[in-house]
């Protein structure tokens, strides 16, 4: 009579062995293990690709002109520390591109090593990313706009 008997009889009926240090887990626990793993800073990561920029206009020669004038009324008056708002670009640290913010301050100095505007609040623009100059003193010498 042929034995029928496979390699691994003598073991297959024999209780599991667990071993006695290991503690069964709850049901919430083993369930926990199957959680999508986020690394730290990985949300900002997605946060900062997300996040969009825009892009640089380049400005006509007429506009730059435009704007050359309006920056010498400013500096002709900057005794009188005149109020004035600036619409500028500031090119982004992380990506290509960057955003167009606005300022209003009274304007303290212009400093000619950096070619920037200084605002009574700290801030400063460099010239060359200005876009649009404004405020009273602007309008007392171009009452027609820009």
Known sequence: MPDNRGPYDDIINLPHHVAQWEKKLKRSSFAAQFRPFFPK?????????????????????????????RLGVVFAHVRERPEITVRYFLPDKTKPGGAYLDVTG??????PIRRAVIFENGTVVPAADIYGISGEIIDEYFPDGM
């Open 41 to 69: 800073g990985y949300k900002e990561v997605l946060a900062e690709v997300e996040r969009t920029t825009e892009e640089r206009e380049d400005l006509d020669d007429y506009v730059k002109a435009e704007l050359d004038k």
């Open 106 to 111: 009274r304007v303290v100095k212009f400093d």
